[in-house]
C-alpha cells in the first residue's frame, strides 16, 4: 500500500446506526486530517492530530468523534448522523501540522445517511 | 471577505489554449500555496506548491504568486480535454486562534473543449 488508503470507499447508514471511517497513511508523515466536502461547498476542516496537537473545528457535531490511535491511522467514529451528514469525507496527511507542509489525500469515504 | 476566494466557473476554452485560474486570500501572514485537481467523484490531487513571490514552473504548470496583492494563480499551457477538472487553491491561514492550518477554496470548474 501506498500513499493514503481509506476504509469502506462507499458507507449508506442509518441514522441510528453507529459506524466507523478509516485511514492509514504509509508516508511517514506526522499529522493527520479529516475533511469534509459536501456538494457545492468548499473543503471544510473537521479535526486535525499531529504529535504537537489535536484541533477540532467547534462547528463539528458531537456526533462526529474522531480517534488517532498514532501517527499512521486514523478513525473517525460515526453515530446517529443525520441525512445533512452525507457527503465525501477525505482523510488527508503531511509532515506537520503547520499548514506549510503539502497535505496528501486519500480516496475518500463516500457516506449517504438515510 | 472569505479566507480564500475563487471564481466557480465554469471556466471555458480550447484544446491547445492557456487557461489562467485565480484564487485571493485575505490572512496576509499565509506562507504557503497550493494548487489541487480534482477529477468528479474523485479526491483532490496536488499539482504545485509555491510559498516565494514570483513563477514557478512545472511542466505545463506555472504557478504566480503575489503577495503583495493577495493573489496566488495557475496556468495551464497547451490545455488538454483531461485537463478538464475543479482547481482547489489552498492558502495557509490562522485558523481558530491556535495555529496556521490549510483553508480550501470552492474551487474553479475549467472545461477544456476539443
Known amino acids: 500500500e501506498t500513499g493514503v488508503t481509506q476504509t469502506p470507499r462507499h458507507l449508506v447508514m442509518g441514522m441510528t446506526n453507529k459506524k466507523s471511517l478509516k485511514c492509514e497513511q504509509h508516508?511517514?508523515?506526522?499529522?493527520m486530517y479529516w475533511y469534509k466536502q459536501s456538494a457545492k461547498k468548499p473543503l471544510e476542516l473537521m479535526f486535525v492530530y499531529s504529535l504537537e496537537e489535536r484541533v477540532e473545528n467547534n462547528s463539528v457535531p458531537s456526533r462526529f468523534s474522531p480517534e488517532c490511535p498514532n501517527s499512521s491511522h486514523l478513525f473517525l467514529h460515526l453515530h446517529t448522523l443525520q441525512p445533512e451528514d452525507s457527503a465525501l469525507y477525505l482523510c488527508a496527511s503531511s509532515q506537520t501540522a503547520q499548514g506549510i507542509d503539502e497535505q496528501y489525500f486519500g480516496p475518500g469515504t463516500r457516506l449517504t445517511v438515510t | 471577505q472569505k479566507e480564500v476566494e475563487q471564481n466557480s466557473g465554469p471556466l471555458s476554452v480550447p484544446e491547445g489554449a492557456i487557461a489562467s485560474l485565480n484564487c485571493t486570500y485575505s490572512d496576509r501572514g499565509s506562507q504557503s500555496f497550493f494548487w489541487y485537481r480534482q477529477y468528479s467523484g474523485k479526491s483532490p490531487e496536488l499539482i504545485m506548491s509555491?510559498?516565494?513571490?514570483g513563477d514557478k514552473e512545472d511542466g505545463r504548470f506555472t504557478a504566480q504568486l503575489n503577495k503583495a496583492s493577495q493573489y496566488v494563480s495557475l496556468l495551464i499551457r497547451d490545455s488538454q480535454p483531461s485537463d478538464s477538472a475543479t482547481y482547489l487553491c489552498a492558502v495557509n491561514h490562522w485558523y481558530m486562534d491556535s495555529s496556521y492550518k490549510l483553508i480550501f477554496g470552492s474551487g474553479t470548474r475549467l472545461l477544456v473543449r476539443p
Open positions: 508516508l511517514g508523515h506526522n499529522a
Open positions: 509555491i510559498y516565494s513571490n
